[in-house]
């Protein structure tokens, strides 16, 4: 496995890091009291990837994943790759371990699903076989798709970016599921390929928490999430505003009373702390 930080830092980053978890074994983590709708963009951006979402009882996280000489690499860019994490390291391991001994949750006694939104940031074909076998190995925490039908599982991995849709939706049997795009809604694809569609709000909404939500804008909104939900489908959007203060919160409760899925955010004690108050 490629380490996480590089041999020439490690002793330095080893006083304020923690390093993955080893196959096998329970992560070090206190698990918070987990929150439906808290999303952690980029998610391996904070100092613990995974562990930190988990413990403030996120129950989506994000991660970007490079396809580099073989390996699936973690990383928002190109410049970050040379110390970066693996996706089995960060990601696919501890959740493993987590869910051993539990039952069918991440979280103990939660009925929900954990999803892990995979972002391709590679050759989407090659990419996608890469991440759909290692996926594999870790089979028996995931949702999968078999002949037609979705089997449930603690965990459903995501894939966004570089999707190659007809690859996936030509195979009989896979772990990954398909993130739609807004233009996606009401269309063909089903919620047994596509569980989730997700957009960039800056593209479909012109406010931006400053005053009231313009009428036309909530009831854009509204339908957008009402017919995901008529469809069995999850609804999230990226870039909404992120830094704290009151046009952060507006969004936010609008996101909330509108029933959005996943509430995207870098803040994971600011968004704790909204949906808790």
Do not use: C
Not at 53 to 69: K, M, Q
Request: no cysteine; aromatic share 8%.
């Amino acid at each position: 496995m490629r380490s996480l930080f590089s041999a020439a830092l490690a002793g330095v980053l080893a006083l304020t890091f923690a390093a993955p978890a080893a196959a096998g074994t329970r992560p070090d983590v206190d698990l918070g009291s987990p929150l439906p709708q808290a999303h952690a963009h980029n998610d391996y951006h904070h100092e613990r990837p995974l562990l930190d979402a988990l413990e403030h009882g996120f129950t989506s996280v994000e991660a970007d994943v490079w396809l580099v000489d073989g390996e699936l690499l973690v990383a928002h860019d190109a410049w970050e790759l040379p110390e970066a994490g693996t996706f089995e390291d960060l990601y696919l391991d501890p959740l493993t371990d987590l869910v051993k001994g539990k039952g069918r949750s991440v979280y103990p006694g939660w009925n929900g699903t954990f999803q892990l939104l995979v972002d391709l940031k590679t050759d989407a074909e090659s990419t996608y076989a890469a991440v759909e076998a290692e996926l594999a190995e870790h089979g028996r925490i995931l949702a999968r798709y078999q002949r037609g039908k979705v089997h449930r599982g603690p965990v459903q991995a995501v894939i966004s970016g570089n999707r190659p849709l007809e690859t996936m939706r030509a195979a009989e049997r896979r772990y990954g599921f398909y993130d739609g795009r807004s233009g996606d809604l009401g269309g063909p694809l089903d919620a047994r390929l596509m569980p989730l569609v997700s957009d960039n709000w800056n593209n479909l909404f012109t406010w931006r928490g400053i005053g009231p939500m313009p009428a036309a804008e909530r009831e854009k909104l509204h339908g957008m999430v009402d017919a995901a939900h008529r469809a069995g489908q999850r609804i999230r959007f990226w870039a909404t505003p992120d830094a704290p203060g009151p046009a952060r919160d507006a969004v936010w409760t609008e996101l909330r009373a509108a029933g959005v899925d996943h509430i995207n955010t870098d803040d994971l004690p600011g968004l704790r702390e909204f949906l808790t108050r």
